[in-house]
């Protein structure tokens, strides 16, 4: 499975943007669909997940301003970023969960990462 992300930049604070990220190859079923972030000295940090079902979760630190949905028949998945924080500055990376249900084992795969900075 490969994963192509897109739409990382630059924003000043308070601006918007979108991240994109679309799998591609031979997928069992995608149980999950992530985005993750590192920014420099820290450790990745999980920012959204958009689960099987529509069950959606957000870090604290994104609530109320990032928005993640996918598109099950493109295996898509948007990060829409709003209200754009310095402290968001970050690579963000996609994740995504590929399940083979028949032999009951799951595969976790990761896209190339793309920088967001936010900054005046």
């Known amino acids: 499975v490969q994963l192509q992300a897109s739409g990382g930049g630059l924003v000043q604070p308070g601006g918007s943007l979108r991240l994109s990220c679309t799998a591609s190859?031979?997928?069992?079923?995608?149980?999950?669909m992530a985005w993750y972030r590192q920014a420099p000295g820290k450790q990745r940090e999980l920012v959204a997940v958009v689960r099987s079902g529509a069950f959606v979760h957000y870090a604290d630190s994104v609530q109320g301003r990032f928005i993640v949905s996918r598109d099950s028949a493109s295996n898509t998945v948007i990060l829409q970023m709003n209200d754009l924080k310095p402290e968001d500055t970050a690579v963000y990376y996609c994740?995504?969960?590929?399940?083979?249900?028949?032999?009951?084992?799951?595969?976790?795969?990761w896209g190339q990462g793309t920088q967001v900075t936010v900054s005046s």
């Open positions: 190859g031979r997928i069992f079923r995608l149980s999950a």
């Open positions: 994740n995504v969960e590929d399940r083979d249900s028949y032999r009951d084992l799951r595969y976790d795969y």
